[in-house]
């Protein structure tokens, strides 16, 4: 075997492994550290095909940043007592399995139609990562799709101050009132 | 990344094995004289002898400090959540050792026939993998604080990762200015970009940026708020002992051997330095091991000057000074890397003339504006 089939078939158990194990935890926390598992075999995956960038962003953002944000929420709101399994939605899980079987349906076909589950491996290092994936990937963002990229970032942006915003217009009026109560 | 695999036969696996190996001792042995260092120079500062005892001046005081620890009781509290409990100093310590992966000592040396750099694996990411490895460091505490079960712990842990999410960025914006100018982000590129100037020269704002956050990625003073003493017992490891509590010691340690290696890899020009022509391999690495007690020697020259910041000042600080300060670093940065390709020499000398036009601009605005914020945003002390 390949090394990169190696390293797929010892990560690709853990990979579903802790998804599973994830879903069946009753502990905020404890579901959120499978997650981060998971992202990290995700990661593994990425790199195997031929993508580092990719890896080292998704271990930055989504292991590093994303779940820590996750992990300091669930602290701050103190979810130590384990969630209750009573369902609040009527009729959730059923919806939940006409839908999931549909997004299944749908990454199968988009996969088999697009990318070919049945043809051969591509080979991303001579069509795709020309001069290097960091490299290539750079010349897509920044050049091919930069308007497209500029204004989601300034989207996002615009999103994270109003945000802001929306959060602390009440926090701002009490403190002018406690200022003013003390004057 | 997996590109040299195909070709590699045993004798490589069993040169890349015993580069790890070495690496991983050589790290441990560092810490080892490192805590030793830190005591003697802050004995010499405070005009004590330091430790004495344990070896000629006192440098197995930290073996002797680590057998302690390892023969301690271990103690798990009640309210602990088990696993996590015992997985946050593993976590705690393990990205730290990974993180040096990338980072070339020296040169290399032809073993059997073969080159051996100094260095386990020269990612092309290898910037990149640095900030994962420094990003993952904030579990160990995070973890440690939520499952002690106790509240200075919890207490000092989100302190913690408030701080390392905040500095983080501030010093990923430092090495983007660094990689930038370099135009790579691969370790051994950024080295060799740097044969004629260090990049802590062009790139001073970057390095200063890069050691302040550094010194707060470490939970050292003046930024050791998620330990504070005086507040939170001793913060996320206060329910911790023995062996466990030598983990986070250790890993807290590694952590600053590797923000100093990396300091000197990206800003002070990596193992390189005048060297005589015999024994060729040997200097590139003396001349990193000097340079990285160079940078350590600074950091606890700093720990031993200046008092702990408070949360709120460190907050304010990293957001509102370090990181506009970064932010527009990198946008200089760009100007400077991008302009004179582009447009030819002349327009770096036009843009840095309307950067200053703006900027006196800016400054005859600012008295207009000044007074309505003062007014508007202060709050009563």
Redesign the interface.
């Known amino acids: 075997m390949?090394?990169?089939q190696i390293?797929f078939w010892v990560f690709a158990p853990v990979s579903v492994g802790s998804a599973v194990a994830m879903l069946f935890q009753r502990?905020a926390?404890?579901a959120a550290?499978f997650l981060?598992v998971n992202f990290f075999t995700l990661a593994v995956f990425y790199?195997?095909l031929?993508a580092?960038?990719l890896?080292?962003?998704q271990?930055?953002v989504y292991?590093?940043?994303i779940m820590?944000?996750f992990?300091?929420v669930i602290?701050?709101l103190g979810v130590d007592r384990e969630e209750s399994l009573v369902e609040r939605l009527r009729g959730q899980r059923p919806l939940a399995i006409v839908l999931g079987l549909g997004l299944a349906a749908e990454i199968f076909v988009t996969a088999r139609a697009s990318l070919g589950l049945a043809r051969g491996p591509a080979n991303f290092?001579e069509t795709v990562n020309v001069g290097?994936?960091?490299q290539a990937l750079s010349h897509v963002l920044f050049r091919d799709y930069f308007l497209p990229f500029e204004v989601t970032s300034i989207l996002l942006i615009v999103a994270a101050i109003a945000a802001m915003v929306l959060a602390q217009r009440r926090e701002r009026t009490t403190?002018e009132a406690a200022?003013e109560a003390?004057? | 990344?997996?590109?040299a695999?195909?070709e590699m036969d045993w004798l490589d696996w069993i040169l890349l094995v015993a580069r790890v190996v070495v690496v991983f001792f050589a790290v441990l042995i560092s810490v080892m004289l490192l805590i030793w260092m830190e005591r003697k120079v802050a004995a010499d500062m405070q005009t004590r002898m330091g430790p004495m005892r344990a070896g000629p001046r006192g440098v197995l005081i930290t073996l002797a400090d680590g057998i302690k620890l390892f023969f301690k009781e271990g103690i798990t509290p009640t309210l602990a959540?088990r696993?996590?409990y015992l997985l946050a100093p593993v976590i705690a310590m393990i990205p730290a050792f990974l993180a040096f992966a990338v980072i070339p000592f020296g040169t290399g040396v032809t073993l059997f026939g073969r080159h051996v750099p100094f260095q386990i694996a020269d990612?092309?990411?290898g910037i990149?993998?640095v900030?994962?490895m420094?990003?993952?460091m904030?579990?160990g505490i995070?973890?440690a604080?939520?499952s002690s079960g106790s509240n200075y712990p919890?207490l000092g842990?989100?302190r913690s990762?408030?701080q390392m999410?905040s500095y983080?960025v501030g010093m990923g914006l430092a090495l983007v200015a660094v990689l930038m100018y370099s135009g790579s982000?691969q370790m051994s590129q950024i080295v060799a970009s740097q044969d004629r100037v260090w990049n802590a020269i062009p790139q001073f704002p970057a390095f200063a940026i890069y050691l302040i956050a550094g010194l707060a990625e470490t939970n050292r003073p003046p930024f050791d708020l998620p330990e504070a003493e005086t507040e939170l017992v001793a913060g996320y490891f206060t329910e911790y002992s023995g062996i466990k509590f030598a983990m986070f010691y250790l890993g807290e340690y590694v952590n600053l051997v590797v923000v100093s290696s990396i300091a000197v890899t990206l800003f002070l020009g990596g193992w390189r330095g005048p060297h005589p022509s015999f024994v060729a391999w040997l200097w590139p690495l003396l001349w990193f091991i000097a340079k990285v007690v160079a940078v350590v020697y600074l950091y606890i020259w700093v720990r031993l000057t200046l008092p702990r910041i408070r949360y709120d000042r460190l907050m304010s600080f990293g957001w509102k000074f370090l990181i506009p300060i970064g932010l527009l670093w990198v946008l200089a940065t760009g100007a400077v890397v991008v302009l004179p390709d582009v447009y030819g020499k002349g327009a770096l000398l036009t843009g840095a003339l309307i950067v200053v036009g703006a900027i006196l601009v800016a400054s005859l605005l600012w008295p207009l504006i000044a007074p309505r914020r003062q007014s508007a945003g202060e709050?009563?002390q």
């Open positions: 390949a090394p990169d390293v502990n926390i404890h550290l981060i790199l195997v031929g580092p960038f890896f080292a962003v271990i930055i292991a590093g940043a820590v944000l992990l300091f602290m701050l290092d290097g994936n960091a403190v200022g003390e004057v | 990344m997996l590109e695999a195909p959540d696993p996590v990612l092309n990411v990149l993998w900030l994962a420094g990003s993952l904030v579990y995070v973890l604080g939520w919890l842990s989100i990762t408030a999410i983080e982000l709050t009563p």
